[in-house]
C-alpha cells in the first residue's frame, strides 16, 4: 500500500485543495509545503522572497519537504510549485512515494491565478509569466510524476477521483 501521495504542479493547478479532499478521502495526514513553511517560518511567501529571497525560500522549502516526506504515517503532500526546480528534492520526491502531476495548461493557471497577488513570481504579466514558469518545470514535474491528471476542465472532487485512481487508492468515494 502505498503510504505518501505528493502532489506536484504550478501554482493554480489545484494541489492544496485537492491534497485536503484526498486526505480527507483515504483518512491520511495531510501536509501543504506552502502552508508549511509560513507557519514555520511566521512568513508569508511574500515577505519571505522580499526579506531574505528567492535563494532562501526555495532552502526553506527543501527542508520543509524533507520533513514531510520522513514521517511513518500515511500522508498526502502537496508540493510547492518550484519544488522541482532542485535536482535533489526531485529524487527526494521520486523515492517518496506516489507522484501525481496535477496538469494544466498555462492559460488555465493564469486565470486561477488571476493578478498574481501573493505570488512574487508572477510579476506584472502573470499570463506571461505563468507560460514560461510553465516551459522551464514541465519536463521537470514529468520526469518525477508516476502518473499524471489533466486538470483543466474538472472539478476538484473528479480531480481527486482520478488521483486516487492513478495512484491505485480508490476508495469508492464517488465512483
Do not use: H
Request: net charge negative.
Amino acid at each position: 500500500m502505498v503510504d505518501r501521495l505528493i502532489l506536484v504542479g504550478m501554482m493554480g493547478a489545484g494541489k492544496s485543495t485537492v491534497g485536503r479532499l484526498a486526505a480527507e478521502r483515504l483518512g491520511w495526514g495531510y501536509l501543504d509545503s506552502d502552508a508549511q513553511v509560513m507557519a514555520e517560518t511566521g512568513r508569508t511567501v511574500p515577505e519571505l522572497f522580499a526579506e531574505r529571497g528567492e535563494d532562501a525560500f526555495r532552502a526553506e522549502e527543501t527542508r520543509v519537504l524533507v520533513g514531510a516526506l520522513s514521517g511513518d504515517q500515511p500522508v498526502v503532500v502537496s508540493a510547492a510549485g518550484g519544488v522541482v526546480l532542485s535536482e535533489a528534492n526531485r529524487s527526494l520526491l521520486a523515492g517518496s512515494g506516489t507522484v501525481v502531476w496535477l496538469r494544466a495548461n498555462p492559460a488555465t493557471l493564469a486565470g486561477r491565478v488571476g493578478s498574481g497577488d501573493g505570488r512574487p513570481l508572477l510579476g506584472e504579466d502573470p499570463a506571461r509569466a505563468m507560460r514560461e514558469l510553465d516551459a522551464v518545470r514541465r519536463p521537470l514535474y514529468a520526469s518525477v510524476a508516476a502518473a499524471v491528471v489533466d486538470v483543466d476542465d474538472l472539478a476538484p472532487a473528479e480531480v481527486v477521483d482520478r488521483v486516487l485512481a492513478a495512484a491505485g487508492l480508490e476508495t469508492g468515494g464517488g465512483r
